[in-house]
């Protein structure tokens, strides 16, 4: 049975520990419902200062919401719209400290001030996205979104 602990340490130890209990979390489970679905509660829960935290899945066509914690999301975000369309057509990580002041920002949550997002493409393919959103303006750093796209890696690892 998988148990959750709390993080200590330096932020890039607090990563370190969260990223190995992923690798735990998702050991041996292959859908990626289920693992979006307990990878999100779990940074949700773990990282301070979140209000949201979830996939996106590239359906095709266009990003379409995945497993969440938060409030309801927006259901369909178009490629290259908002900071998870950008994410998913540039391959990079976005990370927003003002979402206020970022060209065609879509606010699904109003109280979301600040945003990070992880593209996930596996042999060139888009899968979709990783998004956390933040209360707090310009919350995440350089040192999150290395955190998070070492989190993401776990998760694609995990549906090979």
Known sequence: ????????GSKAEQYA???????????????RVANAANL????????????WVGFYFHDGRELVVGPFQGKP??????????????????????????????????ACDAASRSEVVVPLYRDG??????????????RFDDEDRRGLEAIARVFMESLA
Do not use: W, Y
């Open 73 to 106: 999301a927006c259901v369909r975000i178009p490629l290259g719209k908002g900071v998870c369309g950008t994410a998913a057509v540039t391959g990079q990580t976005q990370v927003v400290a003002d979402v206020h002041a970022f060209p065609g920002h879509i």
């Open 125 to 138: 393919e888009l899968i979709g996205v990783f998004d956390l959103d933040s209360p707090i303006p310009d």
């Open 17 to 31: 520990q969260l990223v190995e209990q992923a690798r735990g979390l998702l050991h041996g489970e292959r859908d």
């Open 40 to 51: 999100s509660a779990l940074v949700f829960h773990a990282l301070p200062d979140l209000n």
């Open 1 to 8: 049975m998988f148990e959750a602990h709390a993080l200590s």
